[in-house]
């Protein structure tokens, strides 16, 4: 039985990345440019590492990403003045009309795919994955305990 919930689980991280690639298509910039650039817009001066911890991806990931962002005019990066290795990220005018962009096409699929739910049925499913997410973080933490005894 808990296979068939797990799978799922996977099945619906993968239609809800489909159907967010396929809503931000014509604007030029990957589902994941959009969710990092939203992030850097609610932390404008959070480093690489945060931001790539936050959305699961190396730190190098980030830095091409953001190289691709800065070349497209979504946003500006400025060494700090007392810290040369320190980058500022700015967002440009662009890159705050493709943010509130973001948001609006997020919403939109969000309600597509909770379409027909009513607000109790959306609470247990909320309540049921931070469950899962609990329990994985957990795993997750005694293995890394598990490894650091061997």
Same mark, same amino acid.
């Given at each position: 039985?808990?296979? #068939?919930?797990?799978?799922?689980? /996977? *099945?619906? !991280?993968?239609?809800?990345? %489909? ?51 800065? #070349?497209?005019?979504?946003?500006? /990066? *400025?060494? !700090?003045?007392?810290?040369? %290795? ?65």
């Amino acid at each position: 039985m808990h296979k #068939k919930v797990l799978d799922l689980f /996977r *099945q619906t !991280d993968q239609i809800l990345k %489909r159907v967010l690639s396929k809503k931000v298509e014509h604007t030029g910039l990957y589902r994941s440019q959009h969710r990092l650039l939203m992030y850097l817009g609610r932390h404008p001066d959070c480093s690489q590492t945060a931001i790539a911890e936050k959305m699961d991806i190396s730190p190098a990931a980030v830095a091409v990403s953001m190289k691709k962002l800065e #070349k497209a005019g979504y946003i500006r /990066r *400025q060494s !700090d003045a007392e810290d040369n %290795r320190i980058n500022h990220v700015a967002i440009t005018d662009k890159g705050k009309e493709a943010i509130n962009n973001s948001f609006v096409y997020f919403q939109e699929v969000e309600d597509a795919l909770c379409d027909g739910f009513t607000e109790e049925e959306t609470r247990q499913l909320e309540d049921f994955f931070r469950r899962i997410i609990q329990n994985g973080d957990e795993y997750y933490r005694s293995l890394i305990r598990q490894e650091k005894n061997k």
